[in-house]
């Protein structure tokens, strides 16, 4: 089971971290995907890591304002989302599948690929 948590409100401009945290299995074992969706739109991915080499792939468009990083120890992934904007605001998904789609090449096929899903988290960036 996945569970994604620490959405909320935040101000344009602002931070918010999310948690993905995983119950009856470990997730460096898998790649851990963040996923998500605005009313109206579709289903996009945001950023996947593989927690057991590092290796990450991101949207390009949030290159520079979303990080990701791990603690293994607590079996939590983060994503860690910085100078938020309006049109980041969304439900967030984290997900968790096979190792390949952390890498750049795979991780456009990530949303369709993933074995775990996690319920949504919202969030909303308004001042």
């Known amino acids: 089971q996945l569970q994604a948590y620490g959405g909320g409100l935040a101000q344009p401009g602002g931070s918010l971290r999310l948690s993905c945290a995983g119950s009856?299995?470990?997730?460096?074992?898998?790649?851990v995907g963040w996923f998500r969706q605005a009313p109206g739109k579709e289903h996009e991915g945001v950023a996947c890591?593989?927690?057991?080499?590092?290796?990450?792939s991101f949207e390009d468009s949030l290159k520079g304002r979303f990080t990701t990083s791990t603690d293994n120890a607590k079996n939590i992934v983060y994503l860690h989302m910085n100078n938020l904007k309006p049109e980041d605001a969304a439900v967030y998904y984290c997900?968790?599948?096979?190792?390949?789609?952390?890498?750049?090449?795979?991780?456009?096929?990530?949303?369709?690929?993933?074995?775990?899903w996690g319920q949504g988290t919202q969030v909303t960036v308004s001042s």
């Open positions: 890591i593989s927690t057991s080499d590092g290796t990450t």
């Open positions: 009856g299995f470990v997730l460096d074992e898998y790649a």
């Open positions: 997900a968790a599948g096979g190792k390949h789609y952390s890498s750049s090449p795979w991780f456009k096929f990530a949303k369709h690929g993933m074995d775990y």
